[in-house]
């Protein structure tokens, strides 16, 4: 028994590394790369090494090493709030993760509809790494979702799976979705798909990138600001940043915190709502009742 | 050679305030809209605030969209333009 609580306890602490030390990797990578000369200034993610490839160079970032460092974190926060759930007796972070899933299944179950019901891990998955990859600025690392590679990147798979849903209707029935009211709409009708996972991504990005723009915009005035207040002061004195304590961190509670997980939730709805509008259930049922007469007649 | 740099330097700033001037005016009128009726909403029938209140920030979002496609050109226009410009008069020079 004694040996089982110790070995559990180990577990545990793996688990827990695991959730924090992507981060922690993180920040250290940041602070290697930023070269010592530069001030504050707005830049996009930058490039850590390209490896040459036939179309294009392949090109690894701080973006795409972030997001795969939240996925590293997530998958430890699941594993740990998990952790011995069968046991029997439940804790507190048992607690927790049986209130995150029965959340959000009433979320899917309240927007999707009976059809989607097993979509609760899909929608799961993309509120928390797009409110972990927001929040990550709060540590002062880039955040992934301001750059629009990675965005995209689920906008385009949700996309895919609103192409497979609209499918299941039939592939004539697909066809014939484009020339809804007329015939002559067909290309506002192509145009409109489009616009579906271009403007999920774009929302997402502008608004994580907006807050990061004006988060920079701040703290270079209050600089600028606090240098022209103390320039008077001899030596070292004068170079204090004394207005740059606190009043950046106040602004981004609104910019990093509250959009970041609004954004989030935002794209996690978009995705439910669009993927069950899609969805044509008549035409569904039509063909499933075809086929199984087709079956019984043979 | 400084003056074409310079004039598309400045074209590319007024650009991006006009962008951003004028695209903040639509979902600022869209947003206080819905905000105003959702307040009515809540005030007619308080018991419903919460499904009122997500509602409104749901919709608040998705008007936000098209402010949102404005700060991206004028973002485009302040940090990539400015660079690919100059390097197009700079071919057109070599050009000549």
């Not at chain 1, 290697?32 to 490039?47: D, K, N, W």
Request: hydrophobic content about 50%; glycine content about 10%.
């Amino acid at each position: 028994m004694n040996r089982n609580k110790r070995l559990f306890k180990l577990v545990d602490i793996l688990y827990i590394s695991m959730i924090i030390l992507p981060i922690m990797i993180a920040m250290v990578i940041k602070i290697l790369t930023t070269p010592l000369s530069q001030g504050i200034s707005i830049s996009g993610a930058r490039i850590f090494f390209s490896i040459p490839f036939p179309v294009q160079d392949l090109i690894i970032t701080e973006a795409q090493l972030n997001s795969a460092f939240v996925l590293i974190s997530i998958l430890g926060v699941c594993l740990f709030l998990t952790h011995g759930i069968n046991s029997g007796n439940l804790t507190t972070r048992h607690h927790i993760a049986e209130w995150i899933v029965e959340k959000v299944q009433g979320l899917v179950d309240g927007n999707m509809g009976e059809f989607f019901k097993g979509y609760a891990p899909f929608v799961t998955a993309i509120l928390g790494l797009s409110g972990f990859s927001s929040l990550l600025s709060l540590c002062g690392l880039f955040p992934p979702t301001s750059d629009i590679n990675i965005v995209a990147g689920w906008a385009i798979l949700v996309f895919i799976l609103i192409t497979y849903y609209k499918l299941k209707g039939g592939f004539l029935n697909y066809l014939k979705g484009f020339t809804e009211p007329i015939f002559v709409m067909a290309p506002l009708n192509v145009l409109g798909e489009i616009a579906t996972p271009v403007s999920m991504a774009f929302r997402h990005y502008g608004n994580v990138l907006s807050g990061m723009v004006i988060a920079v915009l701040i703290s270079s005035a209050l600089q600028g600001l606090s240098s022209m207040v103390l320039s008077w002061l001899p030596g070292f004195l004068g170079e204090i940043p004394f207005l740059q304590i606190g009043i950046p961190a106040v602004l981004s509670v609104y910019f990093d915190v509250f959009s970041g997980c609004m954004q989030a939730y935002i794209f996690a709805m978009l995705t439910m709502l669009n993927i069950s509008g899609a969805f044509p259930q008549e035409e569904y049922e039509m063909r499933k009742k075809k086929k199984l007469l087709k079956i019984k007649n043979k | 050679m400084e003056l074409a740099i310079g004039i598309i330097l400045g074209c590319c700033a007024l650009g991006a305030g006009i962008c951003m001037g004028i695209g903040a005016i639509g979902p600022g009128i869209g947003e206080g809209n819905a905000v105003s009726k959702a307040c009515e909403a809540i005030g007619r029938q308080p018991e419903s605030k919460s499904a009122v209140t997500s509602t409104m920030i749901m919709g608040c979002a998705i008007s936000e969209t098209t402010g949102i496609y404005s700060l991206v050109v004028a973002i485009l226009l302040i940090f990539v333009a400015p660079g690919l410009m100059v390097n197009i008069l700079k071919e057109a020079i070599n050009l000549l």
